[in-house]
């Protein structure tokens, strides 16, 4: 909570009105908690006057952590995980519909309109991209289940894995260059897990996101303890965490490390994400002459990683690697690009890029980029001095895009172990592919890289060479390009994390990321037990035979084994024959017995796959208007058995599981269907899928 002033703090320029630094509270046990002491001074990135004061001291952060644990927890885990997604888009919508706010508050932080679409956009569509993606793949339960194992001959012992949501906190802690994404990217997957949250951004932002975390609370759309947020630094709060328990970090190596050498975290065995310092790199093929499409492509991005969020970006391209033939060519026109970045005041029209997080940050970027310059030159940019528009580069944290060349990449260590986390990259030549692969692994692990090239054989031995070195390959190239998401944004349905240096953790990926908050446990049972236990029949597993047919009851009335077994029917030659003419299928397994005799899988003449699913459709249907709607799909078809002209196949037909679908007037119904010939062996066996009407519209 914004509180009362504190200080008062007078802008220097006359468009900017008297201002108060407030304190920015920490959200606790369901409370704002204010500090009366140990503030830090947040400043301003564009004018360095102070904006904010932080503080957590006198937190009961033990408190924090067991509020999660006995409140948070338990009230998430009463909702599966359809109504935990809706909260999450809940608060996507509510975000949305006051964005300006946080636009307005992200200016100070040196982002750019274009800046504040990748973390303010980029945050609030990760938590509508979660919410989807969680309705659609996964069920309205607690638990998911995962492929059932046989473990016994007869089938009455089976195995299957379960993942249950952990039943402790998931603490985050972000850095400071996306202040909003970075705090809802972590969220999302958390809370659809159904594990409650302590966030906490990295001080210098920390005005953006107590803009977050206030709209997050005051939206009320989470349970009480679900979400908690700390502003300052976080005290004794890992000495509270257990196995239960998810750290799951962002930012630098030394606090990383730091982080994960813990004695709680190590001897508690706490689940630890990290995702930190990334030397990523650009290769433009060898395939690519100065006349290509993909070598103006080339240009372009490295320009746009080096200058989106002032290069401050755990994804911006660090290594520029071309071909040593064309090096004199890539390093002109990267020049000539970044000559159009025009640095200044972010509000002010036809700036382009804004100033670091702030002096200290530019500071750092300084003293890294002395000691690139120590192996490396100096080909663009003064790293001492920029002229910003509308602004000084005395008071605000500006700086001049800065590109270093080295000739000698090989021997060179401090390009491929210094991150200058500013608008800075270092161009380097490559002789061959494989010169070009040992220099991008000498980064030692990154979050991605991009390979520019419009050649298969070049992508083909690049990703074969570096892709166990990331978490991400984007291939750049004329097909692609113009939809292309780029190099540097993550996405909530790929993978964000890289091993090695960048961390060795990984956020995203669609479910994956959800999975990061759930525990896997080995379930072994009856296939009766695992059923009920599970929500999905599998195969040995009780059947109930009901007095009507399956299509009579609408999605409330079906149950999970709910079963039909049909008549048989008789399959002739004259089916067949009728098929293939009908359909044009007339492919010589169905209508060349000599041929087909003498391929090594058929007897001779066999009905069309296609021809016993339509026969199967024709055995097991109620053809009555009914509470079934629509047949949507089939799923892992496998035709196990040949049928000959003459065998005679039946079908039985059980509800395997049913999910609540994303429109209330209906459910989806998963059916395991299995064809037998008159032998009882299995010829064919596949997943139906079907819309049925819940009771209301039924
Ligand atoms: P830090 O590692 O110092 O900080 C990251 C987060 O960790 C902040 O929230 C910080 O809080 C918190 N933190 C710091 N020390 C501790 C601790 N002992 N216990 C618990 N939390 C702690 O990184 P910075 O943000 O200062 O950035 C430094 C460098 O890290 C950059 O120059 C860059 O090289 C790299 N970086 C990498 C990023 C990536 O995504 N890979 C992103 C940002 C930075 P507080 O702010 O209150 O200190």
């Not at 530019?362 to 490396?376: F, I, K, M, Y």
Request: proline letters at 6%; charged letters at 20%; one cysteine or more.
């Amino acid at each position: 909570m914004i509180t009362a002033p504190r200080q008062a703090v007078f802008w220097p320029e006359p468009k900017r009105t008297i201002v108060m630094a407030p304190i920015l509270a920490s959200y606790a046990q369901d409370r704002w908690h204010k500090a009366v002491s140990g503030f830090e001074d947040i400043q301003s990135a564009v004018n360095g006057q102070i904006i904010a004061q932080a503080s957590s001291s006198g937190l009961d952060f033990g408190g924090l952590v067991q509020h999660a644990r006995n409140k948070g927890g338990p009230a998430l885990r009463k909702l599966n995980f359809h109504q935990r997604a809706d909260m999450i888009k809940k608060l996507a919508l509510y975000l949305t519909e006051r964005k300006q706010t946080l636009y307005d508050l992200s200016f100070n932080t040196g982002a750019t309109s274009r800046d504040n679409l990748f973390d303010i956009d980029g945050g609030i569509g990760t938590l509508f991209a979660y919410a989807s993606m969680a309705k659609k793949h996964l069920p309205d339960k607690y638990i998911l289940a995962e492929e059932v194992e046989t473990l016994s001959r007869n089938g009455t012992f089976m195995g299957t894995h379960i993942l249950s949501s952990l039943q402790g906190v998931a603490v985050h802690i972000n850095a400071y260059n996306f202040p909003c994404w970075g705090m809802l990217e972590k969220l999302a997957p958390a809370i659809i897990a159904g594990v409650p949250v302590i966030t906490k951004p990295a001080t210098v932002t920390s005005y953006v996101a107590h803009a977050v975390a206030q709209m997050i609370v005051d939206s009320g759309i989470f349970p009480p303890g679900a979400f908690q947020f700390i502003c300052g630094s976080t005290g004794d709060l890992l000495d509270h965490l257990e196995g239960q328990d998810v750290l799951s970090f962002t930012g630098s190596i030394t606090t990383s490390e730091k982080l994960r050498n813990h004695p709680i975290i190590s001897a508690n065995a706490v689940r630890f994400i990290a995702e930190r310092d990334s030397l990523n790199a650009a290769v433009l093929g060898p395939d690519i002459s100065p006349d290509m499409p993909e070598f103006d492509l080339f240009i372009r991005a490295v320009t746009q990683e080096m200058t989106v969020k002032a290069g401050q970006k755990c994804t911006a391209i660090r290594r520029i690697m071309v071909p040593e033939t064309i090096i004199a060519e890539v390093t002109t026109a990267l020049k000539a690009r970044l000559d159009r970045i025009v640095v200044g005041d972010p509000q002010h029209e036809g700036v382009t890029m804004g100033p670091l997080a702030g002096l200290a940050q530019r500071e750092d970027v300084r003293r890294h980029v002395a000691t690139l310059a120590q192996e490396s030159e100096i080909v663009f940019g003064d790293p001492q001095h920029c002229d910003p528009l509308g602004a000084s580069d005395q008071s605000g944290a500006f700086m001049s895009p800065v590109l270093l060349q080295n000739l000698n990449p090989r021997d060179a260590t401090s390009v491929h172990h210094t991150e200058a986390f500013g608008p800075v990259a270092t161009i380097m030549p490559y002789t061959s592919l494989a010169d070009a692969a040992c220099l991008v692994k000498r980064g030692e692990g990154s979050l991605v890289a991009t390979l520019c090239t419009y050649d298969d054989n070049v992508a083909a031995e690049l990703v074969a060479s570096l892709a166990s070195f990331h978490g991400r390959l984007h291939i750049l190239d004329r097909d692609c390009a113009k939809e292309s998401t780029g190099h540097g944004s993550p996405l909530p349905a790929l993978v964000h994390g890289g091993p090695g240096r960048a961390g060795g953790g990984e956020e995203l990926g669609g479910i994956r990321g959800i999975r990061h908050y759930m525990q896997r446990t080995a379930l072994q049972a009856s296939p009766t037990r695992l059923t009920r236990l599970t929500g999905r029949w599998t195969i040995g597993a009780q059947e109930a035979l009901r007095k009507e047919h399956p299509f009579r009851y609408n999605f409330a009335q079906l149950t999970v084994g709910d079963t039909i077994h049909t008549q048989p029917r008789t399959i002739t030659v004259q089916d067949i024959e009728h098929f293939a003419e009908f359909t044009g299928d007339t492919f010589y397994a169905h209508t060349d017995e000599k041929a087909a005799a003498a391929n090594p899988f058929f007897p001779g003449r066999v009905a069309h796959g296609y021809l016993l699913l339509s026969f199967a459709a024709g055995l097991f249907v109620d053809p009555a208007p009914g509470p079934l709607l629509a047949n949507y799909g089939l799923e892992s078809l496998r035709f196990l058995k040949p049928v000959s002209p003459g065998d005679a196949i039946q079908v039985r037909l059980t509800v395997k599981s049913k999910n609540a679908a994303r429109e209330p007037h209906y459910g989806e119904v998963r059916w395991d269907v299995e064809l037998f010939n008159q032998n009882k062996e299995t010829v064919a066996r596949y997943d139906l899928l079907t819309m049925s009407a819940q009771p209301a519209a039924a």
